[in-house]
T-cell receptor, first 114, second 116 residues
Framework: AQSVSQHNHHVILSEAASLELGCNYS??????LFWYVQYPGQHLQLLLK??????LVKGIKGFEAEFIKSKFSFNLRKPSVQWSDTAEYFCAVNNNNAGNMLTFGGGTRLMVKP | GAGVSQTPSNKVTEKGKYVELRCDPI?????LYWYRQSLGQGPEFLIYFQGTGAADDSGLPNDRFFAVRPEGSVSTLKIQRTERGDSAVYLC??????????????FGEGSRLTVL
């Protein structure tokens, strides 16, 4: 069975600081990788996704993530965070045989201080 | 509306009671998913439908949980003999189709269930 680990449960940053949220998964086969974000009071929404090709993927709002196959990782990054990035971030994975069924990590709650 | 709609948004019930949670997916989306999110955790897969049939129900925790989607659109998650441990936010998501991976699930805002 596949699983996803997000090592940082809570992160507090000041505006303009750089962000990196860790995500590791366990699955030996081909995977598709995602980051979802949940802003306060809102529903989960897709931030970015990786299927194949360039391992550095760019998403909305200046976020990017890098797939490192040898490390089973898909870390999320942003060079300079804003107060509006305060949210909970979820890494997710599926394999090609599971349709769109996703396995989520436990989430990282990010607070950006103005 | 344009998004996934879930009702009720909040449900408080007593231990042992029966509960139904409803999901209305985005029009045209053939795949529908139920997830459960407990406090401080990520969403946990329960079941997904492709059309009217349950394509994978391996995430349902036990036989007290059941879901239907009789006409391939609206789905109802049914929980019998509720227990305090069932308290969570139940999330519904839909996507265009499950057979081809697109990765984008569109989530509703969830139904928060509290079992006293």
């Amino acid at each position: 069975a596949q699983s996803v680990s997000q090592h940082n449960h809570h992160v507090i940053l000041s505006e303009a600081a750089s962000l990196e949220l860790g995500c590791n998964y366990s699955y030996g086969g081909t995977v598709n990788l995602f980051w979802y974000v949940q802003y306060p009071g809102q529903h989960l929404q897709l931030l970015l996704k990786y299927f194949s090709g360039d391992p550095l993927v760019k998403g909305i709002k200046g976020f990017e993530a890098e797939f490192i196959k040898s490390k089973f990782s898909f870390n999320l990054r942003k060079p300079s965070v804003q107060w509006s990035d305060t949210a909970e971030y979820f890494c997710a994975v599926n394999n090609n045989n599971a349709g769109n069924m996703l396995t989520f990590g436990g989430g990282t709650r990010l607070m950006v201080k103005p | 509306g344009a998004g996934v709609s879930q009702t009720p948004s909040n449900k408080v019930t007593e231990k042992g009671k029966y509960v139904e949670l409803r999901c209305d997916p985005i029009s045209g989306h053939t795949a529908l998913y139920w997830y459960r999110q407990s406090l401080g955790q990520g969403p946990e897969f329960l079941i997904y439908f492709q059309g009217t049939g349950a394509a994978d129900d391996s995430g349902l925790p036990n036989d007290r949980f059941f879901a239907v989607r009789p006409e391939g659109s609206v789905s109802t998650l049914k929980i019998q003999r509720t227990e305090r441990g069932d308290s969570a936010v139940y999330l519904c998501a839909s996507s265009l189709r499950a057979s081809r991976v697109t990765g984008e699930l569109f989530f509703g805002e969830g139904s928060r269930l509290t079992v006293l």
